[in-house]
């Protein structure tokens, strides 16, 4: 792929061995678990508190007029993409669409998610054109829209979990997946089939539940200190709002998609799927697969093996928790500390692709000036370069196991809170989290290996 | 797959990123060994 940077780099000088990282950030989850078992008895993140921001500006920050220029902004980004996509230069990385979608929508929203709160809620352009839309329905025909049809209970988070698998295969396996035009077909596609949803489940149902990117930048927002409650911008206590998710149908599937496609990404570039593949890939082809259609069904089935391993894994916890006690079927379990992967997804996230927003999100500084790579100057700006000594490789490094850490630790203070709220016995909640433990474990193990030169 | 000794130095470092894994399962299972001794008594 064009995405070059996210940690393709020699690391030298580290004070101990690169594994040597990953037992001490066990031993940071194993203590975090022993404090938290010792020093937070009573479950804290359940009833989050909420306080709205002093002197009004909440309401200003969630006023209609704000809302109606960020759905302005929305639209038109969405529009320049599709236009530069369909019209710009078929160079990827002089193209706004691809570096857009790519890095600044997928990589950078997600930081400001956990910074800032819901923001792409404000910023969708299909939730502002639904809205508009429906507004102008109203107002032209001067009575109420039919109600939209009941939006089923067993689709759940499925359609948001099919969408983020969707953009994965596009982004990881799709061999012109990153070309301008695909980005601005796909994008095009995408409306359509979010549009469809929206007419038929009406606008807030789709964008709630099954708009992909909407549900998985919310997941990420629940992480953050903010929150807009009926019109209003406030703080509540850091994590506080993933104990309040809704355990719908699909969302253990998501949350695995986004573990499982970082993770997948991750694992290309190691001995092992490097050793696989071609024989894979060979199979395909005798198969009577063009070798290019035959390298991504392989892609295919390894993304899908790395979703399945993740969803796995946490299934393995949640029979080992269900092994304690308490009446709780296995399924109840998964729904009940699901939310406690969020932060794991976050780590991964930020520990793989940090370098890959440092880096290729100061393209959008030239390309705002040229956004279709044809020589245009617009700010001025289209002469300006990437800067790639802003981090080095072992600072690099660095950030990417405290991101782990922090991610995991994370995890493990929200499945703590929840399993002292659902068991009644507060040793056999601790006994419960054993399991929890060893999947964090796993998780950050994992992370830290993918990261990692090692290439076995 | 054959085993390729060559490469051991490769293959070891990578295992060892899955040592505390292993400690923590072989923890886990003696634990609830041990727990299901004592219920049984």
Not at chain 1, 69 to 89: D, S
Not at chain 1, 143 to 150: D, K, M
Not at chain 1, 447 to 453: G, N, P, V, Y
Request: hydrophobic share 55%; charged share 15%.
């Amino acid at each position: 792929m064009f995405l070059i940077g996210h940690g393709i780099s020699v690391r030298s000088d580290l004070p101990i061995p690169e594994w040597l990282f990953g037992w001490a950030a066990a031993m940071v989850l194993v203590v975090s678990f022993v404090a938290l078992a010792v020093l937070w008895p009573e479950p804290r993140l359940q009833k989050p508190t909420w306080h709205p921001l002093p002197g009004g500006i909440g309401r200003v920050l969630a006023s209609r007029p704000v809302e109606i220029i960020c759905g302005a902004i929305g639209v038109f980004l969405l529009g320049l993409t599709v236009y530069a996509g369909l019209r710009g230069t078929e160079s990827t990385a002089a193209n706004f669409a691809p570096i857009f979608i790519y890095v600044i929508f997928w990589l950078a929203l997600v930081p400001l998610s956990v910074l800032f709160g819901d923001v792409f809620r404000a910023f969708n352009p299909w939730r502002a054109i639904g809205r508009a839309v429906a507004w102008v329905a109203r107002t032209a025909s001067r009575s109420e829209l039919p109600a939209p049809l009941e939006y089923p209970a067993w689709l759940g988070r499925w359609p948001a979990a099919v969408g983020i698998f969707a953009f994965a295969t596009i982004e990881l396996i799709a061999s012109n997946g990153d070309k301008p035009d695909s980005v601005a077909v796909a994008a095009l596609a995408y409306s359509a089939v979010t549009f469809i949803g929206m007419a038929l489940y009406g606008v807030d149902r789709w964008i709630d539940r099954a708009e992909a990117f909407s549900v998985y930048f919310n997941l990420f927002s629940r992480l953050s200190a903010v929150e807009t409650r009926d019109r209003e911008v406030g703080l509540r206590r850091p994590l506080s709002g993933l104990p309040r998710l809704e355990p719908l149908p699909g969302t253990v599937a998501l949350v695995a998609v986004m573990i499982g496609s970082v993770s997948f990404d991750g694992f290309t570039g190691k001995r092992p799927w490097n050793s696989i593949s071609p024989d894979i890939a060979q199979f395909f082809q005798d198969r009577g697969l063009s070798p290019q259609h035959a390298l991504e069904a392989t892609f295919m089935l390894g993304l899908i093996g790395a979703v399945l391993f993740v969803a796995g894994f946490y299934w393995l916890g949640v029979l080992g928790a269900r092994s304690v006690g308490g009446g709780f079927s296995a399924r109840r379990l998964a729904h009940e500390f699901v939310h406690s992967l969020v932060p794991i997804a976050l780590a991964y996230v930020a520990a793989h692709y940090f370098t890959l927003l440092l880096f290729q999100g100061q393209a959008i500084v030239y390309l705002i000036s040229d956004p279709l790579g044809k020589g245009s100057d617009i700010f001025g700006t289209a002469d300006t370069q990437i800067d790639y000594t802003l981090i080095g490789a072992n600072g690099t490094w660095y950030w990417q196991v405290a991101f782990v850490v922090a991610g995991h630790v994370a995890a493990l203070m929200l499945a703590h809170d929840r399993a002292l709220a659902l068991y009644d016995d507060n040793r056999k909640a601790v006994r419960s989290q054993y399991w929890m433990l060893g999947v964090m474990v796993g998780f950050t193990s994992l992370a830290l290996w993918l990261l990692s030169s090692a290439n076995a | 797959m054959i085993f390729q000794i060559a490469h051991a130095g490769h293959w070891l470092t990578s295992v060892a990123y899955f040592l505390p894994v292993v400690a923590f399962l072989i923890w886990l299972a003696v634990t609830q060994f041990r727990e299901r001794r004592r219920e049984d008594r």
